[in-house]
């Protein structure tokens, strides 16, 4: 395909201080580093400003708001990436992969 959109809903009713949500899109091999500099950039949505190995993200919501992300595969090398919530402490369980091939 030549773009996929990600469009992430958080239906959820708590604050954005407790239970904020986002997408974060790296390649595997630096999602731990991303999560690891992420965890003190509360004031960038859990993201480290002009992380050069985050491909793409979203901003944090809250509870009845969404956002989304396009990404253009072409522009991505082949292999595996993987995309999770950046939040301290959601990203054990909010993640999952998505793999790009020719």
Request: aromatic residues 6%.
């Amino acid at each position: 395909c030549k773009e996929f959109t990600i469009t992430l809903k958080h239906t959820g009713t708590q604050p954005k201080a407790s239970m904020g949500h986002n997408i974060v899109i790296g390649k595997t091999e630096d999602m731990d580093g991303i999560f690891k500099e992420g965890v003190g950039a509360a004031d960038t949505d859990y993201v480290k400003s002009d992380d050069a190995r985050v491909v793409a993200h979203t901003k944090l919501i809250v509870g009845g708001e969404e956002s989304s992300l396009t990404l253009d595969p072409a522009k991505l090398a082949d292999g595996e990436y993987k995309f999770a919530c950046t939040f301290p402490g959601h990203g054990a369980l909010m993640n999952g992969k998505v793999t790009l091939f020719d």
